[in-house]
């Protein structure tokens, strides 16, 4: 069997969040065939049926280089992940989270509309770091804003939506603290709207991923901001930061951060299989570091392993998975990971492309068993009368088939 490791841009932790997502519990009786393999937010950055089990935390050490990590399950709180998730950091541009949860409210409250224009100061075409490049002077809509902050990290698309709202920076900030006092957000103090370096601007892991639930709960109507890949503004096309937007693995937001105080950090959600994680990373010391840590086991469509199928028109079949396979492990597992196919053998034809045959499981101390289901590559008809015939007789003067 191939097995093919490379890095995915997707990464981090969150793998052992999309492990847990798609952590299946073994249903069938099957006579096995068996392998096993062992296998500055705010500066400018650089661009039968499977039946699943229920999320199960994570046991032993997690070889993450993040100094504060938290994952849970949006559905019933669970934590999976927990390492230092109530101390203080500085949030960088994941602060910008707040300033959003505060444009959103207004929103939904009727205060203010999409389509408002706001005007674009001096303050705020100077602000540093990341920039949504507005034009001084210029009216902008609060649409185009909102992307100019979510999707492009533009601290000026930040303060023009400040000072439109709210009369002043200040004045928003002041909005900012109030409401995360009043959405629970106990270990939290906001001093700007970006998310630049200030000794009074700090959130934990824990009220950022507080933030991030009650964001895409109470509006679920924004939220698809967060999804956005990339957005074009004055003529400048930016992508969004976040990395496992890239990948097929259900990511759907929030929002990177970086300043060098900070390090670069990662507020994200996933949502699959009706079921959703939320991952917060602080403190990594590279965007390649927030980057690299899962691993891609197996790519959709790729050969894991060849079935053998019985009266076919052809001998065997390749097993793929419907989609891709991506594990999370701690280094010092990584060497006793063992990877092993099972099906009912041999095959009997016909055999339909996508028809489920079997399962790989993926195994390895101090991690739950993760598994996908095999399904066939391509269709394989069934032998005609004469043929079933000699292989019949074959198999019964021979043993063999």
């Known amino acids: 069997m191939r097995l093919r490791w490379f890095h995915s841009v997707a990464g981090l932790t969150v793998l052992a969040m999309a492990a847990c997502l798609t952590l299946p519990g073994p249903a069938f009786a099957v006579t096995p065939k068996t392998k096993a393999v062992p296998g500055k937010g705010a500066q400018a950055e650089p661009r039968g049926k499977a039946v699943p089990a229920p999320i199960q935390p994570i046991i032993g050490p997690i070889d993450t280089q993040a100094k504060h990590a938290l994952v849970i399950a949006a559905e019933t709180g669970a934590v999976l992940l927990d390492k ?3 101390e203080r950091i500085p949030p960088a541009s ?4 707040m300033t959003a949860y505060i444009v959103f409210d207004m929103l939904k409250q009727g205060r203010a509309k999409l389509d408002d224009e706001l005007p674009v100061s001096e303050h705020a075409w100077r602000t ?19 992307r100019g902050m979510i999707v492009q990290s533009g601290n000026d698309a930040c303060v023009v939506l400040a000072e439109g709202l709210a009369g002043s920076e200040a004045a928003f900030v ?28 700090w959130m934990s892991a824990r009220d950022l991923a507080a933030l991030a639930l009650r964001t895409i709960n109470d509006f679920p109507e924004y939220y698809h901001y967060y999804g956005e890949k990339d957005y074009n ?20 937001g929030l929002k990177t951060g970086h300043t060098e105080e900070a390090g670069y950090s990662l507020l ?44 076919g028109t052809e001998p065997k ?21 063992k990877v092993t196919v099972t099906y009912d053998k041999p095959v009997p034809a016909p055999v339909k492309k996508g028809q489920e045959i079997g399962r790989v499981s993926v ?29 019949v007789a074959a198999n019964l003067i021979w043993g063999k088939h």
Not at 291 to 304: D, I, N, P, W, Y
Not at 319 to 332: A, C, H, I
Request: net charge positive.
């Open 317 to 337: 079949v390749a097993l793929t998975v419907g989609r891709d396979l991506v594990v999370t492990l701690p280094r010092k597992s990584r060497k006793d990971m």
């Open 233 to 252: 503004f004055n003529n400048i096309n930016q992508g969004n930061r976040n990395p496992l937007l890239y990948k097929d693995i259900g990511a759907d």
């Open 84 to 86: 230092a998730a109530n």
């Open 174 to 201: 002041d909005l900012m603290n109030q409401k995360g006092q009043q959405i629970g957000l106990t270990n939290s103090h906001f001093a700007d709207v970006g998310g630049l370096p200030n000794p009074d601007h």
């Open 128 to 146: 540093q770091g990341s920039k949504m490049f507005v034009p001084i002077g210029a009216r902008i809509k609060i649409d185009d804003l909102l």
């Open 94 to 97: 994941m602060s910008k989270v």
């Open 363 to 391: 195994t390895a101390p101090d991690v739950a068993p993760i598994e996908a289901p095999l399904v066939a590559a391509t269709d394989v008809d069934r032998m005609g009368p004469f043929g079933r015939m000699a292989m």
């Open 268 to 311: 994200a959600s996933v949502h699959r299989d009706k079921r959703r994680i939320i991952l917060v990373l602080g403190g990594l010391p590279s965007m390649k570091a927030r980057a690299q840590e899962s691993e891609r086991l197996f790519s959709a469509g790729e050969k894991v392993d060849d079935a053998e199928i019985w009266l």
